[in-house]
């Protein structure tokens, strides 16, 4: 066996486990981000009891499976989001190094799933997408063209036309979902469409391209047509729809497998 192999044999399991700390930051994230409390500083605690939690209740899984799911104080039934959120946030960490490597594009990926799992639970609740989770997408999406099309430019010959159609696409993503968007936010006044619906799909589409965040608006508008129907049947009434999990969910798709839907719809035409 060689030394890479034995690397490789630990680097998914270290990557999984970075992915749970994550995620059990995250938890933290969708509680205090809605109350605009603290998200660094104040220790966690009970939401029953208020009891301050130990150092091994805060380890990512474990920590659930040490207590049993309970407080240990009041014994309240700890929420099943908690592992769920970790565990998924380490899932997709591995899945993006798998499918990109240990480079820029499974950083920035990685991060980005991180505040959509945190606007998609947000909405889900409050209905409003927090503003410092558009701006994180927003920054990372620019760091991502900076790492993508400038930085290459170092080691190949410089090709202005191939920087100046790749940034095109992305600049056109910017405006192609949110400007449909912003139409029907302005023309329903706010009322078929939130703001922080219109600015995620601007920082989205920076990030991915034109092609990409219109696969993701298509994804939304599918999973999101289908899963309030299945609401409205089970739960029997109306429940007004937070876009934003879907728009989330469809944004996961296009960085998971866009590239392959697109090539494979395309070439399904052509
Ligand atoms: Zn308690």
């Not at 208020?50 to 499976?65: D, K, R, S, T």
């Not at 499918?99 to 991060?111: E, F, M, P, Q, V």
Request: with cysteine; glycine share 12%.
């Amino acid at each position: 066996m060689r030394l890479t192999d034995l690397g490789n044999i630990f680097l998914h399991p270290a990557i999984f486990v970075l992915g749970t700390v994550i995620g059990s930051f995250l938890n933290v994230c969708v509680l205090r981000l809605p109350q605009e409390k603290d998200i660094v500083k104040e220790r966690s605690r009970c939401l029953g009891c208020g009891n301050a939690l130990l150092w091994y209740e805060l380890i990512p899984l474990l920590g659930f499976c040490l207590v049993r799911g309970h407080c240990r104080h009041c014994r309240m039934r700890l929420s099943w989001q908690y592992p769920c959120i970790e565990a998924l946030n380490g899932v997709l960490y591995v899945w993006f190094f798998v499918l990109y490597g240990g480079s820029y594009t499974a950083l920035i990926y990685g991060l980005v799933a991180s505040v959509l799992i945190i606007i998609a639970l947000v909405d889900w609740r409050t209905y409003e997408i927090p503003i410092g989770c558009n701006i994180a997408i927003g920054v990372l999406a620019l760091l991502y063209l900076v790492t993508m099309i400038l930085l290459p430019l170092r080691d190949t010959p410089f090709e202005a036309a191939t920087m100046i159609s790749q940034l095109t696409t992305h600049i056109a993503g910017f405006f192609a979902v949110s400007g449909l968007f912003w139409l029907i936010y302005v023309l329903s006044r706010g009322r078929a469409i939130g703001g922080g619906d219109v600015k995620l799909m601007a920082v989205a589409g920076l990030l991915l391209g034109w092609q990409l965040i219109l696969l993701a608006l298509m994804v939304a508008a599918v999973t999101g047509s289908v899963v309030h129907l299945l609401l409205m049947r089970l739960k029997g009434k109306d429940r007004v729809l937070a876009f934003g999990p879907y728009l989330a969910f469809g944004i996961l798709v296009a960085m998971l497998g866009g590239e392959v839907i697109l090539s494979w719809y395309i070439g399904g035409w052509g």
